[in-house]
C-alpha cells in the first residue's frame, strides 16, 4: 500500500501517452467512420521524426533548446505522412467497400515500419533518445522522472487546446457537423475533404507529442514501437467510447492505472502470482477492455458517431 500512490501516478501517465495517440482514432472514426490502423506507425515515425531534427543540431546544442524545435519536426513528419494516407490510400477508397480502407490501414502500417527500417539501418535495434537534463523530482512518496514531466505538462495542454478547437472555432463546427451528417454539412457550405484532412492532421500532432514523450520517457524509439502502443490506443479509444474526444482520453487514463494497477499487485493474490508482472501487463489491458464493454457495449462516455445507415 506504501507503493500506491506512486503506481497511480505511473498509470496516469502511463494513460496520457495512450490517450494522446487514442484521440487520433477516435477523430477519424468519428468523423469518417474508418479505423486508422495505421495511426500507431503515423506515432513512430514522429518519434523519428523528432530524433532525426536531434540529429541534424549541432553538437552540443542545449536539450532545452532543441526539445522545442524536435516536436515542431515530430509535428511535421506525422502530419505529412497522415495527410498524404488520407489522400492518395483513403480517399480513393471512401465510396468502397468498407473492408477495403481497413486492408489498405494494415497494409500502410506495414509500408510505414519497414519504410522506417530502410531510411534508419540501426533502426533495428532501438535508437537512444536524448533525454533531459537532471534527476528524478521527489514529492513525498512519489518519484517523478524527469522525461515524465513534460508528459504531465503536455498532454492535459493538448487536450485543452484541442477542445477549444472543436468546440470554438469554425472549423471544429464544421467537424461537429461533418461527424453528424457529412451530407447535410455539404449542402449547408462544409468542405467535408477539407475537414477530413484536418482531422487526420490534428490527430497525428497528437500523436506526435505523445512520440516525443514517450522517447523521453523510455529513452529510446525503435521501428515497431507503434504497433502495440498504436493497439492499446485504439483499446482506449473504445474503452472511452469511439468517436468521443473526451472518453480518449479518460479511455485512455483508466486504461494505463489498470495496467500499472494489474503489473504491480496482480502477483500478491494467493493463487494469482504467475498472472503479474510486466509480461502480463497488455493481457490485463485487454481483460480490462473485455469487461467494460461486456457491461457497456457504447464505452465509459459513450459513443459520438451518427448512424449512417
Same mark, same amino acid.
Given at each position: ?30 468523423i469518417v467512420q474508418l ?6 506507425? @503515423? ?66 502500417? +506495414? ?7 530502410? &531510411? ?26 524527469? /522525461? ?25 463546427? /464544421? ?5 453528424q451528417d457529412p451530407d447535410?454539412a455539404k449542402l449547408m ?6 475537414? @477530413? ?18 522517447? +523521453? ?22 474503452? /472511452? ?10 479511455? /485512455?487514463?483508466? +486504461? ?18 504467475? +498472472?503479474?508482472?510486466?509480461? &502480463? ?29
Open positions: 500500500m506504501n507503493e500506491l500512490p506512486q503506481q497511480l501516478v505511473n498509470g496516469l501517465l502511463l494513460g496520457s501517452m495512450y490517450g494522446l495517440v487514442a484521440v487520433g482514432y477516435t477523430m477519424v472514426y468519428g479505423i486508422n490502423f495505421a495511426h500507431g506507425e @503515423i506515432f513512430m515515425t514522429g518519434g523519428f521524426g523528432a530524433l532525426t531534427v536531434w540529429l541534424i543540431l549541432p553538437g552540443g546544442t542545449s536539450m532545452w533548446v532543441a526539445l522545442p524545435v524536435m516536436i515542431i519536426g515530430a509535428v511535421i513528419v506525422a502530419t505529412t505522412i497522415a495527410v498524404g494516407a488520407e489522400r492518395f490510400a483513403y480517399r480513393p477508397l471512401r465510396g468502397g467497400p468498407r473492408l477495403a480502407p481497413l486492408i489498405t490501414a494494415i497494409g500502410l502500417s +506495414l509500408a510505414l515500419q519497414y519504410a522506417v527500417w530502410v &531510411w534508419y539501418p540501426e533502426a533495428k535495434s532501438a535508437r537512444t533518445f536524448p533525454q533531459i537534463p537532471g534527476g528524478p523530482i521527489e514529492l513525498g512518496p512519489i518519484t517523478i522522472q524527469t /522525461g515524465d514531466v513534460f508528459l504531465l505538462i503536455a498532454a492535459p495542454i493538448c487536450m485543452a487546446v484541442l477542445a477549444f478547437f472543436v468546440m470554438r472555432t469554425r472549423v471544429g463546427r /464544421g467537424m461537429q457537423a461533418t461527424a447535410t457550405g462544409v468542405n467535408t475533404d477539407r475537414i @477530413i484532412v484536418i482531422a487526420f492532421a490534428l490527430g497525428a500532432a497528437m500523436a506526435a507529442v505523445g512520440a516525443v514523450a514517450y522517447g +523521453l520517457k523510455y529513452g529510446v524509439v525503435d521501428y515497431k514501437m507503434g504497433f502495440l502502443l498504436g493497439l492499446k490506443a485504439f483499446t482506449a479509444a473504445v474503452l /472511452g467510447g469511439i468517436g468521443n474526444i473526451y472518453g480518449a482520453m479518460i479511455g /485512455g487514463v483508466v +486504461l494505463g492505472i489498470a495496467e500499472t494497477m494489474a503489473t504491480a499487485y496482480v502477483s500478491h493474490i494467493p493463487g494469482m502470482e504467475q +498472472l503479474g508482472g510486466q509480461s &502480463w501487463a497488455d493481457v490485463w489491458a485487454f481483460v480490462l477492455l473485455i469487461v467494460v464493454l461486456l457491461a457497456r457495449p457504447q464505452g465509459l462516455l459513450g459513443e459520438r458517431v451518427a448512424d449512417r445507415a
